[in-house]
């Protein structure tokens, strides 16, 4: 069972640069969400998504572009990388916004240069 | 913008001992969650309280969820190294609404 997987592990950009974090969950949950997590902190909500096609803000979201084409996939868009975010990035999946268990990927560390 | 606040930000005790860690928030919550993480992983569940007033037991590991939804309490007695790691609370507004996290409280148990 997979589960929420995330790609890459760690990944090193340089200020200005784009990239792409991938999230894929194979339970077919409706409810998808990505955090952030600095030292000493607890998780920040990015996004999130209800459901194919519907996608909203967290908390932090400047900086920070998503979509939600299909159930099983969530990607993160970073268009121009600074500094300040450097963090680890999990990705999370609910069969339900609410009350259901929220099953998180193993994380992206992601350095910003 | 709910706020979770999560106290102490740190304990480090022997094994044996008795913790408790605490969530607190000036919003009402239609459900709370509690959260283990460790090192380079992502957080696990561990429990989910609804009711106000509501005791859950996991083991060495008792929850409660406060009467007026606004706050919850995990205890951990008689500690043991494997209950190391960083505790999460999280809590849903309204049901279908976003899941919102606290600072954590890392614990470390010394054998």
């Known amino acids: 069972n997979a589960g929420v997987t995330q790609t890459p592990k760690f990944q090193v950009l340089k200020t200005g640069q784009s990239m792409t974090l991938q999230c894929a969950q194979d339970m077919n949950h409706e409810y998808m969400s990505w955090y952030r997590q600095d030292p000493g902190m607890g998780l920040r909500l990015i996004h999130y998504s209800v459901g194919a096609g519907i996608t909203d803000q967290g908390e932090v979201p400047n900086g920070y572009n998503v979509s939600r084409s299909t159930t099983e996939d969530f990607p993160l868009r970073l268009l121009s990388a600074a500094p300040s975010q450097t963090s680890v990035y999990f990705c999370?999946?609910?069969?339900?916004?609410?009350?259901?268990?929220?099953?998180f990927g193993q994380g992206t560390r992601l350095t910003v240069v | 913008t709910q706020l979770l606040e999560q106290s102490p930000q740190f304990l480090s005790i022997q094994e044996g001992e008795n913790l408790t860690v605490y969530c607190n928030s000036s919003s009402v919550f239609s459900s709370l969650q509690w959260y283990r993480q460790e090192p380079g992983e992502g957080p696990v569940l561990l429990v989910t309280?609804?009711?106000?007033?509501e005791v859950k037991k996991l083991k060495r590991l008792t929850f409660q969820f406060g009467d007026a939804r606004k706050d919850s309490s995990l205890h951990i007695t008689a500690a043991q190294p494997g209950d190391t790691g960083l505790y999460l609370c999280a809590g849903s507004e309204a049901a279908g609404n976003k899941l919102t996290f606290g600072g954590g409280t890392r614990v470390l148990v010394k054998p």
């Open positions: 309280v609804v009711t106000g007033g």
């Open positions: 999370a999946s609910t069969q339900r916004a609410g009350l259901t268990e929220a099953f």
